[in-house]
């Protein structure tokens, strides 16, 4: 089946632009997560969802930063007025529900940000 | 706070030489501990996982990583690297607050492999 899928795959703009990237977890998983990897950062945790609500927003940089999601399947991360410290891959990954133990997280390809 | 620490940033090998990747993690209770690959214009790939039971775990490729409770410590081994283990690697420990797992990462280790 098809795994977890980000668009765009590359995005350049301009600081001071709305961004927004989008996540399509895998089919039934109703978990997702939002991480950012940057140079000398490694990879960050931005957001966690389950279902539609987020009890983890906790990684988030700045009230710049925002996400959703709807229909407990597509995610949209937000970023507004972009600056160049913003520039990063942001990747997504899926899994099953957290309750329990424990589900492996599959990962998207990610989106390349470019803020000039 | 939880943490991870790899200490090797950069590490090259001979291909046929065995490999140690080195992973401390700080965590207040037992932890879940994952090893993932990265390999250039590659998504992040589960090798393998530790939860409980045996502290030796088996993942994909033909690495290992043992858990060690006393030194904090979750290490990647293999026995004998091939040239398309030149990759990023990247071990995390994942939370367990509540439902949610979000993972937290070290920094990675890149493995370069000469022929």
């Known amino acids: 089946g098809a795994g977890v899928s980000q668009s765009p795959s590359n995005k350049v703009t301009e600081k001071g632009k709305d961004v927004e990237l989008r996540c399509d977890p895998i089919?039934?998983?109703?978990?997702l997560y939002w991480y950012r990897q940057s140079l000398g950062q490694g990879l960050e945790f931005l957001i966690y969802?389950?279902?539609?609500?987020?009890?983890?927003k906790s990684g988030l940089p700045s009230d710049r930063f925002s996400a959703e999601r709807t229909g407990g399947s597509v995610s949209t991360l937000t970023i507004q007025r972009t600056q160049q410290e913003d520039s990063a891959v942001y990747l997504c990954?899926?899994?099953?529900?957290?309750?329990?133990?424990?589900?492996?997280?599959?990962f998207g390809p990610g989106t390349r940000l470019t803020v000039l | 706070a939880q943490s991870v620490t790899q200490p090797d940033i950069h590490i090259t090998v001979s291909e046929g030489a065995s490999l140690e990747l080195r992973c401390n993690y700080s965590?207040?209770?037992?932890?879940?501990l994952f090893w993932y690959v990265q390999s250039p214009g590659q998504g992040l790939q589960l090798l393998l996982k530790y939860f409980s039971g045996d502290t030796l775990v088996q993942g994909i490729k033909g690495f290992e990583a043992e858990f060690k409770r006393s030194q904090s410590s979750f290490n990647l081994r293999k026995p004998s690297v091939h040239w398309s283990d030149a990759a990023e690697y990247f071990c995390?420990?994942?939370?367990?607050?509540?439902?949610?797992?979000?993972?937290?990462w070290g920094l990675g280790t890149s493995l370069a492999v000469n022929p």
């Open positions: 965590y207040g209770a037992t932890p879940y």
């Open positions: 089919s039934g998983h109703t978990a």
């Open positions: 969802f389950q279902g539609n609500s987020a009890p983890d």
């Open positions: 990954a899926s899994s099953l529900a957290g309750t329990g133990g424990w589900n492996e997280q599959f």
């Open positions: 995390a420990v994942g939370g367990n607050a509540g439902n949610n797992r979000k993972l937290i």
